[in-house]
């Protein structure tokens, strides 16, 4: 039972994913954190985000960005794996604070900027994608870190969704890459990411047709949504 649990949250969260771009690991990693133990629910998460990623990349490879995402992973991926080292040095919590007061300052930040017209540029990309490369490595539940990178940029819908997940490919890999580096990926790891990226691989084919129903306005709203809730999240998780 606790492993079809697993499986119904994890296609939940594939769909929401693949509707947002973002949100998986939110909802997987509470469950995961039970039934794993914090130590192995990171790397789980890690290689069952590639599998949800490459889902949408299939998905929506017809609307990707490459450029924008070969900008984005130039800084990012590196950036990435220095995260992931750094992951078990800091002090728990002190990252989550910063990064849900950055998720909820950019709601009206974004709404202000769009009604300006702001667009990022590809040397935006690649200037920002370190850092957020870096955050990206070293919080265990990520949020959504590249939506208003990607949204900023002028990329909506199916666009945005593909570009966003071909780039968070390669800074899941580059995580991964350094968890197996430092001995924190075993063999049963890899098969229970394995398990749970297929359902969240399946859950972003799912989402591609809530997208398509979807007005461009209505999307938008549904960003500003889930920036609330992720930042309240991450809050929440820093003061428990």
């Not at 599998?51 to 590196?78: E, F, H, K, Q, S």
């Not at 490369?133 to 070293?138: F, H, K, R, V």
Request: with cysteine; proline share 5%.
């Amino acid at each position: 039972m606790e492993y079809f649990l697993v499986l119904v949250v994890g296609l939940f969260a594939g769909t929401l994913g693949g509707i947002v771009g973002t949100g998986s690991s939110l909802v997987l990693m509470p469950i995961l954190v039970v039934m794993f133990g914090p130590r192995h629910a990171v790397p789980i998460m890690a290689v069952a985000a590639i599998m949800g990623n490459a889902g949408r990349v299939l998905a929506w490879r017809r609307d990707i960005d490459w450029r924008a995402c070969g900008a984005y992973c130039t800084t990012a991926v590196p950036g990435a794996m220095l995260g992931a080292r750094l992951l078990l040095t800091i002090p728990p919590g002190w990252a989550e604070t910063a990064l849900g007061v950055f998720f909820l300052s950019l709601i009206p930040v974004r709404r202000w900027l769009a009604h300006r017209a702001f667009r990022l540029t590809l040397t935006h990309l690649m200037l920002l994608g370190g850092p957020l490369g870096l955050l990206t490595g070293l919080v265990v539940s990520t949020g959504p870190l590249t939506v208003p990178l990607f949204t900023f940029y002028g990329l909506e819908r199916g666009a945005f969704l593909g570009t966003e997940a071909a780039g968070s490919i390669g800074v899941y890999v580059a995580k991964v890459a350094t968890f197996q580096a430092f001995g924190a990926l075993p063999l049963q790891v890899v098969l229970q990411g394995v398990g749970v990226g297929s359902t969240l691989m399946a859950g972003s084919f799912a989402g591609r047709f809530v997208v398509l129903k979807l007005t461009p306005a209505a999307y938008r709203h549904l960003i500003d949504g889930l920036m609330l809730c992720s930042g309240v999240s991450l809050l929440w998780a820093a003061v428990r």
